[in-house]
């Protein structure tokens, strides 16, 4: 072999292994660590040890949590207001009296009451619903607890747990009035995100899988329930 042609084979090496450097930093650079990057941005690590149920007054498992949002509370009570959800009443013997007489008489209560669940030793920080109707027994419903640490970027971060009201009864456990909750509460996880997704508030929105372990339950109400085990998790924008 001439010295030309060893010159020549070592100059098409080298384009070779450049070209290949070339491919695979762009696959790293522009590819893969944005993607990871995403993962991690998206992942929230506070979520990693937090409660997955909320719990009745008296310590039994409550409705499962399903939905997450980021924000400020101002921020929450304007983007819920947007997606026409509406702040309920606190419990109390007034309150009380109305939803009885809206039951009876069929009337729309838009800001009626839920009762207390519990997330990290206190009842929800907010509530919201969304009246069905004119028929106080059938809503939308969710609940929100501040979270006691932030996310990783420094964010205010809430969990709550989504169910629609199908009927008024008699507690499975306790005898007592409430609403029973349908099964699925995906359905309400996703009614839920689509009506915020619809006030164009939001600035990202992901699914953390396999959040819940335990795919099935009852609540303390003895409702039994099912999901698919995500979480959803909207951040709302911050102008």
Do not use: C
Not at 89 to 105: E, H, N, Q, Y
Not at 217 to 236: F, P
């Amino acid at each position: 072999m001439t010295s030309g042609e060893t010159k020549k084979k070592r100059t098409d090496l080298i384009r070779v292994w450049l070209a290949r450097f070339l491919v695979a930093y762009f696959l790293v650079a522009y590819i893969l660590l944005p993607f990871v990057w995403k993962q991690y941005t998206r992942r929230h690590p506070v979520l990693d040890e937090s409660p997955r149920l909320t719990t009745t007054g008296d310590g039994h498992a409550g409705d499962p949590l399903n939905i997450a949002l980021v924000g400020t509370e101002a921020e929450i009570k304007e983007i819920m207001k947007k997606a026409k959800w509406y702040p309920a009443d606190p419990l109390g013997f007034r309150s009380d009296l109305k939803i009885a007489a809206d039951t009876v008489l069929k009337r729309s209560y838009v800001e009626a009451p839920v009762s207390s669940l519990y997330l990290f030793g206190r009842k929800e920080d907010l509530a919201f619903e969304q009246p069905v109707g004119n028929d106080p027994r059938k809503r939308h419903h969710v609940r929100f607890w501040k979270n006691p640490e932030p996310d990783q970027q420094g964010r205010q971060f809430w969990l709550g747990s989504a169910s629609y009201d199908e009927r008024v009864g008699f507690s499975h456990t306790t005898g007592e009035i409430t609403h029973h909750i349908a099964p699925d509460v995906d359905k309400e996880r996703d009614h839920l995100l689509h009506d915020l997704q619809q006030t164009q508030d939001l600035s990202e929105v992901s699914t953390i899988p396999d959040f819940h372990k335990i795919l099935e339950g009852k609540n303390g109400g003895g409702d039994r329930w099912y999901t698919d085990g995500a979480m959803a998790v909207a951040v709302i924008k911050n102008d």
